[in-house]
């Protein structure tokens, strides 16, 4: 079914235990994050989704991949609910999907050799040619073979996200959601991370998720844009309508807050 | 974009603090294995029966003291039995005690901590409420109630002290592997498709694994000195047995007579503890890779 999207979410909601508010005696009250999302991600897409600080992004990405259970409404991947699954049940599906996070020291276990990195999540899916995979992977992302005996501390900050990437597209997933991953890096680490991610994208066919707070970024990389605001959907586009015509006020807040580099004259090349 | 460079990574002073740590590392592991030896080799190396009563050659000085009978290196006690083999033997004790309560201790409270820390939930609620009504109770009375009802002996000692001490690793692990369990690494483990139990283990255990090294070690140097208080008070093992606490209860009595019957014991016990503290910070230190 070629037309079906990748992931399709209905009336996504997520509510948690709010312990700053919880009573002396009694439950703590619900603290709505996500108040009933619906939308499709297709496949091939690379999807933008912005939003202020503590809008739900995060909570949204963490949701996607069933980290987080919801309180409500359905996810389907490629067709099959997920929305419920236990983690047993869900293990098959984990090798389709995998994750990239913002903070590249904490992401990556410090007792772990990069190699190990790598290869745990292809072992515990079965995988073969676990080593010839690391080290494709690690060609992928443009970083030496003989990175695979270093620790997490003995890299730079962009070559440890290189290395969260690489062990994310190892997997050969059909889907990859990346958290904030340029947000701790510097300019430049930044940019070659963004080009990396850019061409992993076309010559992987992935389908992508793309958290960030900076518009910029996400108009260079993502060919749709939903703007979150306050745990609810306020624009879901194609890249260029919400950049040349935005529908809601707040994503022309957002358009107006943040100083936009000429896309052509592409700063991070 | 600019390839990286594969010789070139950050410089790390990790050489520099290595060497600033390896004395203490060396000088603390090294008395610890003379210990262990001399308690291993007991009935080879030491020169005389630890039991062996001459009341002709009591109190005799140690070795330095001109008119001194040769072959009592450390001098002998009032009934003229060998310091020096008593202490010899008396490690024996001590490095059971340290050893057996020591690991026992780490493993229980190490693995109720790591359970509440990563699990949370109601695991860990029954876990550290445990911990509080435990830590409600006043330690030193709790040991001697419990070897009055037990019976004095080597197993009441170290039951004793893993029945008291298990709270230390409870709490101290449960805190790491709170912080461990918040890192990214161990969502990521989970986006894997590990099953949580073995996260616990492969992915956060080892995280927490300098720190247990740790108290262990401070944890062995505490048996120690709980084997040698209940000695002292005599509610350890037979009287007949040398143990450095009976050795020191002894010497404190004549201790204007036979000085180096108190001292060389208590010597003993101080390095030992002192030994067993450091070498558990040189360990971390090193068993680190990060170094925080
Ligand atoms: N564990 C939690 N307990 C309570 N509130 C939380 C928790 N995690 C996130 N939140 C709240 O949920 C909202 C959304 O958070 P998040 O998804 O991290 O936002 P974003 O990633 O867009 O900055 C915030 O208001 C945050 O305070
Ligand atoms: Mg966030």
């Given at each position: 079914m070629p037309d079906e999207p990748l992931i399709r979410v209905e009336n996504l909601r997520v509510s948690l235990a709010d312990m700053t508010q919880k009573p002396l005696i009694g439950r703590a009250p619900r603290l709505e994050i996500l108040k009933g999302l619906s939308f499709d991600i297709p496949r091939g897409a690379v999807v933008g989704i912005v939003g202020g600080s503590g809008s739900g992004k995060s909570t949204l990405g963490r949701t996607l991949i069933r980290l987080l259970e919801p309180t409500g409404g359905t996810i389907r991947f490629d067709g099959r609910d997920i929305t419920h699954l236990d983690e047993a049940a869900l293990r098959p599906m984990r090798r389709r999907m995998q994750m990239i996070?913002?903070?590249?020291?904490s992401s990556l276990n410090p007792r772990r050799r990069v190699a190990g990195i790598i290869a745990g999540p292809l072992r515990l899916h079965g995988?073969?040619?676990?080593?010839?995979?690391?080290d494709e992977a690690l060609d992928h992302v443009g970083l030496p073979r003989a990175f695979r005996n270093r620790y997490p501390h003995e890299l730079s900050g962009g070559q440890r996200q290189r290395i969260g990437i690489a062990r994310a597209i190892a997997m050969a997933p059909e889907f990859i959601l990346a958290d904030e991953i340029v947000s701790g890096l510097d300019v430049s680490s930044q940019a070659q991370v963004l080009n990396l991610l850019e061409r992993l994208v076309k010559d992987l066919g992935l389908t992508l998720a793309f958290i960030s707070h900076d518009l910029s970024v996400i108009r260079r990389l993502c060919t749709r844009v939903m703007v979150l605001q306050q745990g609810e959907i306020v624009e879901n586009a194609a890249t260029a309508d919400v950049f040349d015509h935005p529908q809601a006020a707040y994503t022309r807040e957002l358009l107006d807050a943040i100083p936009l580099p000429d896309p052509d004259q592409a700063n991070w090349a | 974009?600019?390839?990286?460079?594969?010789g070139c990574v950050m410089l790390d002073g990790r050489a520099a603090i290595?060497?600033?740590?390896?004395l203490r590392l060396w000088l603390s592991g090294g008395w610890l294995a003379l210990v262990l030896l001399a308690a291993l080799l007991a009935p080879w190396i030491s020169p005389q029966d630890p039991l062996a009563q001459d009341l002709m050659s009591g109190r005799l000085p140690p070795f330095w003291v001109p008119q001194t009978e040769p072959g009592f290196w450390l001098g002998t006690d009032s009934l003229g039995r060998d310091v020096l083999s008593r202490i010899i033997w008396g490690a024996r004790v001590a490095l059971i005690v340290a050893f057996v309560a020591g690991t026992l201790t780490a493993t229980i409270g190490s693995a109720l901590g790591l359970i509440a820390g990563y699990f949370r939930g109601w695991a860990d609620r029954l876990i550290s409420r445990l911990v509080d009504i435990w830590m409600a109770f006043p330690p030193v009375l709790f040991a001697i109630l419990l070897i009055a009802v037990l019976g004095p002996g080597l197993m009441s000692i170290i039951i004793a002290i893993v029945v008291i001490d298990w709270t230390r690793f409870a709490r101290v692990i449960r805190a790491e592997a709170m912080n461990q369990g918040a890192m990214d690494y161990v969502a990521s483990a989970q986006v894997a498709g590990m099953p949580r139990g073995r996260i616990m283990l492969a992915e956060i255990l080892p995280n927490v694994l300098p720190t247990i090294v740790a108290l262990?070690?401070?944890?062995?140097?505490?048996?120690?000195?709980?084997?040698?208080?209940?000695?002292?008070?005599?509610?350890?093992?037979s009287t007949d047995q040398p143990t450095w606490g009976g050795m020191i209860a002894e010497g404190r009595i004549s201790v204007h007579q036979a000085w180096w019957v108190l001292v060389f014991p208590l010597i003993a016990l101080f390095l030992t503890v002192l030994s067993f503290s450091q070498f558990g910070e040189g360990l971390k230190d090193r068993f680190d890779p990060v170094l925080r």
């Open positions: 996070f913002q903070d590249p020291m995988l073969d040619r676990v080593s010839a995979r690391v | 974009m600019p390839r990286s460079i594969p290595r060497r600033r740590l390896g262990l070690s401070l944890e062995m140097g505490i048996s120690v000195i709980v084997e040698a208080i209940l000695s002292f008070v005599n509610l350890s093992i």
